[in-house]
């Protein structure tokens, strides 16, 4: 069994302990000591980072009462060890994972839902509740986690004996085996956990709910705490003074500037759409100019733009009694092209023209459409 320094030690970062075993592994070894200060990947959350004399610790992780620390180099069975532990990673976990049960506490107390999923790794964390949120509970309920941020609201941790346990109504996450550890943040959670926790919630700074979502019948919030939640928060900020500046607005008025923004370029969108369209009529007209003369197909290149081109096949269909060929792109990138008949079948034209070229796409009889990779010249060639 190795003596869990992590449970009542949350804030050292150095210790000694005595090598166990040391074993070859496929990552490494596999070490064990008497003693650590390594919260090993459990109860949802990865494992700390650090160094065993100097070597780095790759992953810790428990098996049944032993701490399992898997390493790159080998140490020394039965001599004592120094680790030392990342301290920032340790005191971020432990902000992001008291924040946590601050707001599962307010979810369990005000909805009677139940927390059934817990992820927290270095870039993402996530809480799953079996019950619906919606925008506004969400919001009230961050502002509730924040309030008791700014109450300092102590945050105990114990080993409850048997008789204690069985009088104490608390949470708790998954099936637990042996001796129960519990944490309390004071008036508002009491939940059985492994992990290690902040004194107070004054230490977690700042609370954050950034996404949610509708997940196997009840919800998924990803969310940040202290650290990370001022980071993402200062990012913001960034972001937003950006745009200001791009934007010449001051950011109380930035929504506005970005809606006059779309606004003006759907317009613009619009006439260019609009310009287009002439301009493609007007090819279109003098392609039947030509058709009238004996073509059986008609082709010119266009736009490389789809609703362009079924606006452009559309118009040839109505303005000529013979089967119609659009196509646009370049030699580089290749060609969009549509071909189309008048109710009557076009697949001899497709079948040629497929034989002779690099072709991809099909259709029916009497309808055609994909992408040529071929060059103008070539195109044109095929169509003579």
């Not at 003074?241 to 779309?262: A, H, W, Y």
Request: charged content about 30%; some cysteine; aromatic content about 10%.
């Amino acid at each position: 069994m190795t003596e869990k320094l992590y449970d009542f030690a949350p804030y050292e970062n150095e210790f000694e302990g005595t090598v166990l075993s040391c074993e070859p592994c496929k990552e490494g070894f596999r070490v064990i000591l008497d003693r650590t200060l390594f919260f090993p990947e459990e109860g949802g959350q990865t494992s700390d980072k650090g160094f065993l004399d100097n070597k780095e610790v790759l992953h810790v992780s428990i098996e049944g009462q032993e701490v399992v620390h898997t390493m790159a180099e080998k140490v020394e069975v039965g001599r004592k060890i120094r680790g030392i532990i990342d301290t920032a990673k340790r005191f971020s976990n432990m902000q992001m994972h008291s924040a946590e049960h601050i707001f599962s506490g307010l979810v369990h107390k005000q909805f009677g839902y139940d927390n059934v999923g817990f992820h927290l790794s270095d870039n993402d964390a996530t809480m799953d509740y079996n019950g619906k949120l919606d925008g506004e509970d969400i919001k009230k309920l961050e502002r509730q986690v924040n309030e008791a941020i700014w109450k300092a609201l102590k945050i105990n941790t114990w080993y409850p004996d048997e008789d204690e346990l069985s009088q104490l109504d608390y949470r708790s996450k998954s099936g637990i085996e042996g001796s129960v550890r519990m944490v309390e943040v004071e008036t508002i959670d009491l939940c059985a956990c492994c992990a290690p926790h902040v004194r107070n919630t004054s230490e977690i700074g700042i609370f954050k709910v950034v996404k949610f979502e509708n997940y196997k019948g009840g919800v998924r919030l990803h969310y940040l705490a202290g650290k990370r939640a001022y980071e993402f928060l200062d990012n913001m900020q960034e972001t937003v003074n950006e745009l200001s500046r791009k934007l010449s607005s001051s950011p109380d008025k930035l929504i506005d500037g970005v809606n006059k923004l779309l606004n003006d370029n759907a317009e613009l969108s619009f006439a260019m759409g609009k310009a287009k369209r002439e301009s493609l009529i007007n090819e279109i007209n003098k392609s039947v100019e030509v058709a009238t003369a004996g073509s059986v197909f008609l082709f010119f290149a266009g736009e490389d733009n789809a609703d362009l081109l079924r606006f452009g096949i559309d118009k040839l269909i109505e303005s000529v009694d013979l089967p119609c060929f659009i196509y646009s792109g370049n030699d580089e990138r290749g060609y969009r092209f549509i071909l189309e008949g008048h109710g009557e079948s076009v697949k001899d034209i497709f079948n040629e023209m497929k034989e002779k070229l690099s072709i991809k796409g099909g259709g029916k009889d009497t309808s055609f459409q994909g992408t040529i990779m071929a060059s103008k010249q070539d195109i044109e060639n095929c169509l003579r």
